[in-house]
């Protein structure tokens, strides 16, 4: 799970400042304040992982395989300014404590075990990363494991070298290298693993936080009156929501019951079936019944509404447990009432099967919803981190949204979600001129 993020000179973000991250975090805020590219920097940190490319620093996207696609480091910098430096932060907890044994420098770079161990149980990352005769490098990333620090610097003609804390100069006791070698290193892989295998537990940790990492866009496909499935089993249910049915009929059948009774529970449908439509056949249909009186239909032939939160639901279910879920408007084509219930299942998940969900979402009904719960003593204040995007000049602003146990915001922007007020004193103003002139009219 991640706990804490930081994001600076990306997109519209001059600094996001630090990012307190809970089991369920969400953003609100208007559109084009900066919310989503937070969420889309995260995702580029997980292809960037999964990317076969050693030497790309951050996989901005543009091809098949990418979640998202955001062009060039000239279209993520701040401003455009391309002698800015991307640089973020984060921390998160690790699925398995890292235990390092470790050695000391002397002056004159001989060695001596030096009788300590040190047991991780968080990963702590940073990394700075710019253009340099218009290629984009690492100028310097740095792992922070309890009280010490181990990285890499830039010193030129892309040669680095490493850095630890002052106190001691600490590396894993069977490194075999001597202190001239680490004053003098190649580039780092990606922006985040030392180009010698030594230290490989601390980028496995960061790739597998990232790797537990799912993402499901705000577009989704369209239902279709028959799926094809031939029995693979994938990852997830795609950016789009395209693999959802297969996904589906890849689960137990506990599973497909349980995204059944949610969407009865959401209000949406009061039966959901997943079945093949002749014996030997590869090809599957969705069909519902909207009311138990009502004619079974196949998905296509009902409101839209289904189609589009059926990926969340199954995506919800669908990944291991503790895995992190990305959702982009999970709210969207949905009727307020439903919005409303789709929170009962974010925190469903986020208590049963343990996920972190971060999410951002146009939804007033989402959060009320929220906010309930608190007063209900669902969830607490600790397990939820809502926050407000706005755009001041050309810079996003972040502003955490302060729940007490009682689901009070104290620090409610104005006009958050339109000016609701306003527009009923100016629709009853204009009724009372209306009916006081002699035409009728204002």
């Not at 004193?425 to 002699?438: D, L, N």
Request: glycine share 4%; charged share 20%; aromatic share 12%.
């Amino acid at each position: 799970m991640i706990n804490q993020f930081r994001l600076q000179n990306f997109k519209s973000w001059r600094d996001t400042g630090e990012i307190r991250f809970a089991p369920l975090t969400a953003f609100f805020g208007a559109n084009s304040s900066g919310k989503t590219a937070i969420l889309q920097f995260l995702v580029v940190l997980k292809q960037t992982v999964e990317s076969s490319d050693r030497n790309r620093v951050l996989h901005l996207g543009g091809d098949k395989n990418s979640y998202v696609d955001l062009g060039t480091f000239y279209d993520v910098v701040h401003k455009h300014e391309m002698l800015r430096k991307v640089e973020f932060s984060i921390q998160g907890d690790l699925e398995k404590p890292l235990t390092f044994d470790f050695v000391q420098f002397e002056d004159n770079g001989d060695s001596y075990p030096f009788n300590a161990q040190q047991t991780v149980y968080y990963l702590s990352f940073n990394a700075v990363i710019e253009v340099n005769k218009q290629v984009v490098q690492v100028d310097k990333f740095q792992y922070n494991p309890n009280n010490f620090s181990i990285g890499m610097e830039y010193i030129t003609n892309r040669k680095y070298h490493f850095v630890s804390n002052a106190e001691i100069t600490a590396i894993l006791v069977d490194m075999n290298m001597n202190q001239e070698e680490l004053e003098n290193l190649s580039a780092p892989i990606k922006c985040y693993e030392f180009p010698f295998p030594h230290l490989y537990q601390f980028s496995s940790a960061f790739e597998s936080l990232f790797r537990d990492m799912y993402y499901l866009g705000p577009l989704r496909d369209y239902p279709k009156r028959l799926y094809v499935w031939s029995g693979e089993k994938p990852q997830d249910v795609g950016t789009r929501g395209e693999w959802t049915v297969a996904a589906l009929l890849a689960s137990p059948v506990e599973m497909q019951q349980q995204v059944a009774a949610w969407l009865k529970k959401l209000g949406l449908v009061y039966e959901f079936n997943l079945r093949v439509i002749a014996e030997g056949r590869r090809e599957y249909e969705v069909m519902v019944k909207l009311t138990p009186e009502s004619t079974e239909v196949p998905l296509t032939d009902v409101g839209f509404g289904v189609s589009q939160i059926l990926p969340v639901l199954v995506l919800c279910y669908y990944v291991p447990e503790q895995s992190i879920v990305i959702l982009e408007q999970p709210e969207i084509h949905l009727h307020p009432a439903i919005q409303a219930n789709l929170a009962d299942l974010l925190l469903e998940v986020i208590k049963t099967r343990r996920l972190q969900i971060i999410l951002e979402s146009h939804s007033e009904h989402l959060l009320r919803r929220l906010q309930r719960r608190l007063a209900e003593e669902v969830v607490t204040p600790e397990e939820i981190a809502l926050y407000f995007t706005s755009l001041k000049g050309s810079e996003s602003q972040l502003e955490p949204l302060t729940l007490d146990e009682y689901g009070n915001i104290h620090n409610w922007p104005e006009n958050f979600f339109g000016d609701e007020f306003g527009d009923l004193a100016a629709m009853t103003e204009a009724a009372i001129m209306r009916q006081t002139s002699p035409n009728g009219n204002p």
